[in-house]
């Protein structure tokens, strides 16, 4: 019997069940794939912010890593918060070694309640390594902006955003538009050839885990065989429909996503 397709998630993990690597095994679940987890952060966590980080040693990351390459058919990897610069390197090590086909990495450095998810001397390390190695990353405007060291306020500024990205060294990137205004929310998705623009309506939602969710979405559609175009705007559907049926399951009134196909 042949192995069941696999898809990978790096990242760190949410004990509220909203993002990070739980959002993750349930996109993976949702497209009909198997989920793997290496988990690089464990949070305490819940839909009012971040309480604590503790990070495991690089060594327990790099035995979850051998321990999943060694068995599974993964088809994609979808990598997020990694900490700090010895996170980093292990995980990029082991991209290099395994040598996945494709790569989704999210940028993940600031969480949405403000509490600082990557060490700020660990950004170089993040583009030195990881960028290059990415068949996309998927910043926000906030990641976008510490990337770069410059603000990005309108459309044009996110296009040009775009350009500056991939100089740095990235293949593909999806710049999110959520945290620019305006009715509806553009994800602009440059491949170094070509210029895409998916829209869809700005929901009165405040949501957690949107990054997560279409960061693992992507994966998970690349793994289905998709053009990086068609697996970008289907993971966008996916996450639209998936806030559209957010639920409140704190006392905060911070919504969950719904994972809907």
């Known amino acids: 019997m042949a192995r069941a397709p696999s898809v990978l998630t790096i990242a760190g993990s949410d004990s509220g069940g909203g993002a990070g690597i739980q959002a993750d095994l349930k996109t993976f679940a949702a497209h009909g794939l198997h989920g793997l987890s290496a988990i690089a952060a464990l949070t305490a966590q819940n839909t009012h912010g971040v309480q604590a980080i503790h990070v495991p040693p690089p060594s327990f ?27 980093i390197n292990v995980v990029a090590d082991a991209m290099e070694r395994y040598r996945p086909k494709h790569i989704v990495l999210d940028p993940v450095m600031v969480s949405s309640s403000g509490h600082t998810l990557l060490e700020t001397r ?4 993040l583009v030195e390594r990881l960028l290059p190695l990415a068949t996309v990353i998927t910043p926000n405007i906030d990641e976008a902006v510490l990337l770069l060291d410059h603000s990005i306020d309108n459309d044009e500024q996110a296009e040009g955003a775009l350009v500056e990205l991939l100089a740095m060294g990235a293949k593909a990137v999806l710049l999110k538009g959520g945290h620019l205004s305006g009715r509806k929310v553009i994800d602009r998705l440059d491949t170094g050839k070509a210029l895409y623009e998916f829209e869809h309506p700005r929901l009165k939602v405040s949501g957690h885990g949107t990054g997560c969710t279409l960061a693992a979405a992507i994966a998970a559609n690349l793994a289905l065989k998709k053009s990086l175009p ?32």
């Open 61 to 87: 990351l790099k035995a979850q890593l051998d321990s999943v390459f060694s068995d599974f058919d993964i088809r994609a990897v979808k990598i997020g918060m990694l900490a700090n610069a010895s996170i």
């Open 122 to 125: 660990a950004i170089r390390r």
């Open 230 to 261: 068609d697996a970008c705007e289907a993971a966008g559907d996916y996450v639209f429909r998936s806030l559209k049926n957010a639920y409140n399951p704190g006392t905060s009134g911070l919504s969950v996503l719904k994972h809907l196909l």
